[in-house]
Nanobody, 126 residues
Framework: QLQLVESGGGLVHPGGSLRLSCAAS????????VGWFRQAPGKGREGVSC????????IYADAVKGRFTISRDNGKNTVYLQMNSLKPEDTAVYHC???????????????????WGQGTQVTVSS
């Protein structure tokens, strides 16, 4: 089964930037839409962004529009999430996952293949 591993998180000041990576254990990621999700302490997991197989369609949650950019490099079996102008409310564990559906406005944490990985912690604090 294709495994995804997240990396790139860390501690950053408000207004700072991070780039998260979602790397697949083998080939085949190019056949799936991929979503980024996050879960803050005491809250449910929410969708942040998704990207279709070819990279031509992307969706963003209202909370991150204009600040985050999702992209993919199918040659490297990796999906990225560039996060700029970070805010304290962006603090969460970020996960990526293959989607069972196309990247559209209705995707959710219930639409993924497999199980959640460890994720990568993003902390935005002064």
């Amino acid at each position: 089964q294709l495994q995804l591993v997240e990396s790139g998180g860390g501690l950053v000041h408000p207004g700072g930037s991070l780039r998260l990576s979602c790397a697949a254990s083998g080939s085949g990621l190019e056949y799936y839409a991929v979503g980024w999700f996050r879960q803050a302490p005491g809250k449910g997991r929410e969708g942040v962004s998704c990207i279709n197989t070819g990279g031509g369609r992307t969706i963003y949650a209202d909370a991150v529009k204009g600040r985050f950019t999702i992209s993919r490099d199918n040659g490297k079996n990796t999906v990225y999430l560039q996060m700029n102008s970070l805010k304290p409310e962006d603090t969460a564990v970020y996960h990526c996952a293959r989607l069972k559906r196309n990247c559209d406005g209705d995707y959710s944490a219930g639409d993924i293949f497999g199980s959640w990985g460890q994720g990568t912690q993003v902390t935005v604090s002064s």
